[in-house]
């Protein structure tokens, strides 16, 4: 059914062999135009305009009917552009043409009755119309005129794999909407999802490109949500589809889907590990132990179970428990081993809760079982069984001692050491879904069709409860995120609710730390890396060349906008002097183009004031007119009545004399009627007779006037109405005088306008002129300095002709030339390559000399060090000799007394011999010996490389014979500081030898000879200092000549 978009009281209806167009007249519906849809079957409809309906069929036709006629078909996923007939003038026949149509439709249909080609959810909108064709399509048409439509887009909508139904049945189009401004399209399918798109788009006529339509707000689970989990470091959680086999991830701050993963195999449990970075998920196949990514969900580890229908990490993360059957499997997060086994349900377990310290688990099933797990020792510590009922959740403290369960009664049971301690009737209806919260001091439980039950903990024998109602079907899971601020639920549905758990009383959540950091694979990672860094190479090398040539164009434009203002400057004064006296022809023409508007104005006043003037004359007579006729009409409307009134009144008159007649003829003859009774029957009759004849004749004759004076008061009502219609006419003339009045004040406004506007234009268009000039000015210069420099060129390629003959001529010439020189270059080329290489093996020379410098130096300093540290050991030696000589002196004085002298030898035995400062100092001594003999195996593995490399230097050419002499000198210096230090070595043995037998001699000799070898030693480092500086400039000098020598070589090449 469609209503008119203007005529609220015109309707149109369609169905199976319907189609009726009715409108409303006295309360009563009333069918009119085009019915014969026998067999047509119908499925949209609606008003592309006040007299046009276009209806949809179920084989795929548009059927166009205009002011209740069937106008066309057409095929509407094939018809590209759709031309209306213009509409039939009056009387025409239309009979023929509507049945043909009919007959066509109907061998259409017969021939087209394969397939879903249903037209549905036709929508009229003010640019067009669009409908829902073949699955997953909306095709649109743009207006383009009263009787000229064309397809502009065809949108399409995206599927998605749902189990057991096709992606045709997923994406079937149900309802189409058009926003207010007609710039938005909205879309839903079977899917639990609304599409939209911008109409704007459609705007190209491009009818074979396909736009899809966008989701609106986030891509939700279609279908019922069968498992959710939360994490503790991070504000996500996770959901997965029995339908649509999709995983989400979800952001419960923001409300934002994070990730979405579509898989092959159905997906039955997921489970988030507290750290948010892994996942457990159970499918039909295998038990999968995935990594979380940025965009995606990686295998990390498979397990051989078979649609896992719950799954859960342990508050830690260490373990995770799988429902496998009736039996629940423990195992190892880091080994991905089986630890334990837990047998004892024998029906489906519905759920099962960790407790926060990990060391026991809590599960319940269908068989009315809830059963206390060790999961240290992997035994059964408890047990709780219920034959009536069959339990559906449980939630435990977090300290393991109380337990919640409920079930299918409505009933929560509270056990407490395997005993269940009490029994807290809710609602007479099954309970799906119970969590706790101990620091909140609450306990939520879900009921049928969504309802949520917040219970005040803990529980009292009447519980206090408040319900929540958003959901509109059962809720399948309910989960508290770490912090106890957000409850999520999850319904049948796939109805995802997010509910702010707010508190009177002031509690503050476990400040946690939220963690940002994701996993990403190294492949994945380097991958970014390089491709952010080959981005920032182009960038800089796109700035490096957008400077480049801004800083060309600049100095361009520069030289050419000093050319340009050189020559509008002479240019700008010429046209100056123009300009002043186009300024005064413009303003002349302005005077007389005002003067003679003012005289049109004036001329058109005069002229309106007469039509006025006689408009009103006319109407004055016009009035007069009616007037006159209307007292006529009075005069003529009395005297008719008048005479009426005296027919009447003569009538009366007439009928009342002869009735005075019969009576007195009567009475005279009464007395004659038993004799006459004959004759008077038969008088009697005559008289009737006579009477019925009078009245008819009377009749007749007024019958006769007064049809007479009806014909002339409706000739007169006729020209009433004639007069009223001219005086209508008058007005309506005199209404659209004032109009076009009142148009021409606009015209003339508007002229007003176009003057201006021409002017400005006259104003552009004389700019315009003067560009035009400037660039002919222009292009006449740089075509005279173009010839110019042609000629010029001319006459330089001749010259340059005569002289590339005399060049040829020269070059052969020169060829001849070059060719022994050639060789000698090659030969030149090839010593200084020799060069170059010898000047390399100088420099490695030369670094190893400043090197051995630099160690020298060295090595003199930590002598230096040592010398000093030998001093102080002197020093104290000295100071100790002193010391046993004055106690030997004393020991001398009783060489005659044996005992004393023996106590007293004792005592220094003792006080020296025993002292450690000696041992310390001969092992100084044997230290000091090893460095000595390692330095002079350093020198001596020295020498041999140089007697090497002098061989080797001695085997090569001889070029550079001032530097074989210096390395001459040098090793000849080098044999007599090794002489010299050979020396120094025996003289430092000696002074050990000294220092060991008699050390407290040395004393100022010693410090003599140290400042002898040092001022020696100065001497020689600066001698080869010198020396190394001398060889560098030489090499430098080197460096420079063979730079001069491959100069000339290139310039001869």
Not at 178 to 196: A, G, H, Y
Not at 303 to 311: C, L, R
Not at 771 to 789: F, N
Request: aromatic share 8%; glycine share 4%.
């Amino acid at each position: 059914m469609a209503p008119n978009p203007s005529d609220p009281s015109t309707i149109v209806l369609v169905g199976a062999s319907l189609f009726r167009l009715l409108t409303i007249q006295e309360s009563v519906w009333k069918q009119y135009g085009f019915q014969k849809a026998d067999l047509l079957s119908f499925t949209s409809v609606c008003w592309i305009s006040a007299e046009r309906v276009m209806a949809g069929t179920k084989d795929g036709r548009l059927v166009f009917v205009e002011n209740g006629e069937l106008r066309a078909t057409f095929n509407a996923m094939e018809v590209t552009t759709i031309n209306f007939l213009p509409p039939r003038k009056e009387g025409e026949e239309t009979t023929d043409s509507s049945s043909q149509i009919i007959a066509s439709m109907t061998s259409k249909i017969e021939a087209t009755s394969d397939g879903d080609r249903s037209v549905r959810c036709l929508t009229g909108y003010v640019k067009g119309f669009l409908f829902a064709g073949a699955p997953g399509l909306v095709l649109v048409f743009g207006k383009e005129s009263n009787l000229r439509y064309v397809k502009k887009n065809v949108f399409h909508v995206e599927g998605c794999k749902i189990k057991n139904q096709s992606l045709q049945e997923t994406h079937l189009v149900h309802r189409l909407c058009v926003s207010p401004e007609m710039d938005k399209l909205l879309c839903t399918t079977q899917r639990s999802q609304i599409f939209w798109i911008e109409l704007s788009d459609s705007s190209s006529n491009k009818s074979n490109f396909q736009k899809s339509f966008k989701l609106m707000g986030e891509k939700i689970h279609h279908g019922p949500i069968i498992s959710l989990s939360t994490c503790a470091w991070k504000n996500i959680f996770m959901t997965c589809g029995e339908l649509d086999q999709t995983v989400s991830l979800w952001d419960y701050t923001t409300f934002q889907l994070l990730m979405s993963h579509t898989f092959q195999e159905s997906v039955f449990c997921v489970s988030l590990h507290p750290t948010g970075l892994y996942a457990v998920i159970g499918f039909s196949d295998k038990l999968r132990f995935m990594l979380v990514l940025i965009n995606q969900l990686q295998v990390y580890h498979e397990f051989p179970i078979k649609g896992a229908q719950e799954v859960a990490f342990s508050q830690n993360g260490h373990l995770f428990a799988v429902v496998d059957e009736t039996f629940i499997l423990i195992y190892s997060t880091i080994t991905f081993q089986l630890l334990y086994t837990f047998k004892g349900h024998c029906d489906t377990i519905k759920s099962m809760v960790w407790t926060k310290d990990d060391g026991n688990m809590f599960s319940c099933g269908l068989d009315g079982a809830m059963y206390q797990w060790d999961t240290f020792r992997g035994k059964r510590v408890g047990d709780v069984a219920s034959k009536s009922c069959q339990y559906s959740d449980v939630a435990v403290t977090a300290e393991g001692k109380i337990v919640y369960v409920i079930g299918n009664e409505g009933v929560i049971s509270q056990i407490e050491n395997s005993v269940v301690v009490s029994r807290t009737d809710l609602i007479n209806a099954p309970l799906d879904c119970i969590v706790l919260s101990e620091k909140r001091k609450l306990l939520f439980v879900s009921s049928l069709n969504g309802v949520i039950l917040s219970i005040r903990y803990p529980l009292l024998p009447t519980a206090e409860f408040e319900e929540h109602v958003m959901h509109n079907s059962n809720i399948s899971c309910m989960l508290l995120t770490y912090n106890y601020d957000y409850l999520i639920t999850a319904s049948v549905d796939g109805c995802l609710c997010i509910w702010k758990v707010i508190m009177k009383d002031s509690y503050e959540s476990e400040a946690l730390v939220q963690s940002k950091e994701i996993l990403i694979s190294k492949d994945d990672l380097a991958e970014k890396i390089h491709y952010i860094t080959e981005l920032k190479s182009r960038i800089v090398e796109m700035e490096n060349e957008h400077d480049y040539v801004t800083k060309k164009m600049e100095t361009k434009y520069e030289e050419e906008t000093a050319k340009l203002l050189e020559y509008y400057n002479s240019v700008i004064e010429d046209f100056k002097k123009k300009n002043h006296e186009l300024e005064t022809e413009h303003k002349v023409k302005l005077n007389r183009i005002q003067a003679e508007i003012v005289q049109l104005n004036e001329d058109h006043l005069q002229d309106m004031q007469n039509i006025e003037n006689k408009y009103n004359r006319k109407l004055v007579e016009e009035y007069d007119k009616y007037q006159q006729f209307e007292s006529k009409v009075q005069s003529m409307k009395e005297d008719f009545e008048r005479q009426m009134e005296e027919q009447q009144m003569q009538k009366l008159k007439e009928i009342e004399k002869i009735t005075s007649e019969f009576q007195s003829e009567l009475q005279s003859r009464s007395l004659e009627i038993s004799k006459l009774q004959d004759e008077l029957k038969q008088k009697d009759i005559n008289h009737e007779e006579i009477k019925v004849q009078i009245e008819e004749d009377a009749d007749r004759e007024i019958i006769n006037v007064k049809i007479d004076y009806e014909k002339e008061l409706e000739k007169e009502r006729d020209n009433l109405i004639q007069l009223r219609r001219e005086v209508g006419v008058n007005k309506k003339k005199f209404v659209t005088a004032q109009k076009e009045i009142e148009n021409y004040k606009i015209e003339i406004g508007q002229l007003r306008q176009e003057h201006k506007q021409y002017e400005n234009k006259i104003q552009v268009l004389e700019k315009d002129v003067e560009d035009v000039l400037k660039e002919i000015a222009e292009r006449d210069s740089i075509i005279q300095e173009k010839e110019k420099q042609i000629a010029a060129t001319k006459s330089k390629v001749t010259e340059l002709e005569k002289f590339k003959y005399v060049l040829n001529y020269k070059i052969s010439d020169l060829k001849h030339q070059i060719l022994p020189k050639d060789q000698e270059i090659l030969e030149k080329n090839a010593v200084i390559k020799d060069i170059k290489t010898e000047i390399e093996d100088l420099k490695k020379e030369t670094a190893a000399s400043k090197y051995r410098a630099e160690t020298a130096e060295r090595k003199l300093l930590a002598l230096k060090t040592e010398l000093m540290k030998e001093q102080e050991k002197n020093h104290n030696l000295y100071l100790l000799l002193d010391k046993i000589r004055i106690d030997i002196y004393s020991a001398s004085c009783l060489l005659q007394d044996p005992k004393k002298l023996k106590e007293i030898v004792l005592k220094l035995h003792h006080n020296y011999s025993a002292d450690d400062r000696f041992e310390k100092i001969q092992e100084k001594q044997l230290a000091t010996l090893s460095e000595f003999n390692e330095q002079r195996e350093y020198l001596e593995n020295m020498i041999k490389t140089l007697t090497n490399r002098l061989k080797k230097q001695s085997e090569k050419p001889s070029t550079l014979n001032k530097m074989m002499k210096e390395n001459n000198a040098l090793m000849e210096d080098i044999n007599r500081f090794q002489s010299e230090l050979k020396q120094v070595q025996s003289k430092t043995e000696k002074y050990k030898k000294l220092l060991q037998e008699r050390p407290f001699k040395a004393t100022e000799p010693q410090d003599t000879l140290i400042a002898d070898e040092r001022k020696f030693y100065r001497c020689k480092i600066n001698d080869q200092q010198a020396k190394i500086k001398s060889l560098e400039e030489e090499v430098e000098a080197l460096q420079s000549r063979i730079m001069q020598t491959e100069k000339v070589n290139e310039l001869s090449t």
